[in-house]
């Protein structure tokens, strides 16, 4: 598995496609786990380097399986990570095992501290997903608040929506909304039974 976490898969509607006029409708998404030790790490330069070494050993990763792939008579391209041309978490949420939660982070069932690699391919027989079954997490996420007031930037509207130009996670590594998460603190299995057990009542 060449240390990915696991594999997602989406089928884009012809609505999607014509909305970012792609010709391309199989997707694999490979999912790695974010070095705990990294996060945990202060905000600075150096941290955004390794992140970024992480990302590029994965990256590089995932250009073998394109590999693997083509060898195998499979036509696979890498969807390019930082390509503004098609929204990545609009496609993510196409698999139907994501959401977006409060603090603006693409959550699959393996945690929120994921990075994403995505490929289009020509196998068509993938086993998509048709329901999501974890919308129930933007209610949660809608009670708890923790990303939004523990945030050290203040990176949260009004309408709690993460300000961009003032989140600093991408410039200097801050991850603090993320360390701070029920899901990454509890895992999603756990917060899953509390909320169920919450709203039971």
């Known amino acids: 598995n060449k240390g990915f976490v ?3 898969y989406s089928k884009l509607s012809d609505d999607f496609k ?38 590029q050993d994965f990256g590089h990763r995932t250009f073998d399986i394109v590999d693997f792939l083509r060898k195998n008579d499979f036509e696979a ?12 978490r609009s496609i993510a949420m196409q698999s139907n095992e994501c959401v977006i939660t409060r603090n603006n982070m693409c959550m699959f069932k393996e945690g929120i501290n994921l990075g994403l690699f995505m490929i289009k391919t ?9 329901e999501n079954d974890m919308l129930w997490v933007e209610d949660f996420c809608s009670t708890c608040g923790v990303c939004i007031d523990r945030c050290p930037e203040n990176a949260f509207d009004e309408d709690g929506k993460v300000k961009r130009k003032v989140c600093t996670a991408h410039k200097e590594g801050c991850s603090k909304c993320v ?3 029920p899901f990454f603190k509890r895992g999603y299995d756990k917060v899953k039974k509390r909320y169920d057990r919450k709203n039971a009542r």
């Open 6 to 8: 696991g594999v997602s």
């Open 18 to 55: 014509s909305m970012w006029d792609i010709d391309w409708d199989n997707i694999l998404i490979l999912k790695y786990e974010m070095s705990e030790d990294i996060l945990k790490m202060k905000p600075s330069k150096e941290k955004t380097v390794l992140e970024d070494k992480e990302f």
């Open 77 to 88: 391209d890498l969807i390019h990570p930082l390509d503004d041309t098609v929204s990545l």
């Open 122 to 130: 020509s196998i068509k027989n993938l086993p998509y997903k048709k």
């Open 179 to 181: 360390l701070l998460c």
